[in-house]
């Protein structure tokens, strides 16, 4: 019922940018905190971006990525900038109770599938 769909990864040069996107359904989108984290091969999925009640990102790239919601369309973006090959990995967006420690993954009932983003050198 809890739907969370992922759009805009892709392939992007060093230095580029791209926009993430993730449609929410089944939840009352405003009592969620939304969150991105990424999981590049045989790594663990690590926390990037969080916003609700506040906002935190991770300190690999903060001033680089922005986290925004529309409410009204109960969707999340993750603008990235300035890419890096380290950025390379399968992007996920979740959804946790708003007061959830927003940087721990296992804090978050639902999950996108998750879309790949590919930062050539």
């Known amino acids: 019922q809890v739907q969370l769909v992922e759009s805009g990864g892709g392939l992007e040069q060093a230095g580029g940018s791209l926009r993430l996107s993730c449609a929410a359904s089944g939840l009352t989108f405003t009592n969620y905190a939304m969150g991105w984290f990424r999981q590049a091969p045989e790594k663990e999925r690590e926390f990037v971006a969080a916003m609700g009640g506040r906002t935190d990102y991770a300190d690999s790239v903060k001033g680089r990525f922005t986290i925004s919601r529309d409410n009204a369309k109960n969707t999340v973006y993750l603008q990235l900038n300035s890419l890096k090959p380290e950025d390379t990995a399968v992007y996920y967006c979740?959804?946790?109770?708003?007061?959830?420690?927003?940087?721990?993954?296992?804090?978050?009932?639902?999950w996108g599938q998750g879309t790949q983003v590919t930062v050539s050198s």
């Open positions: 979740a959804a946790a109770p708003s007061m959830a420690n927003y940087a721990n993954r296992y804090e978050y009932p639902y």
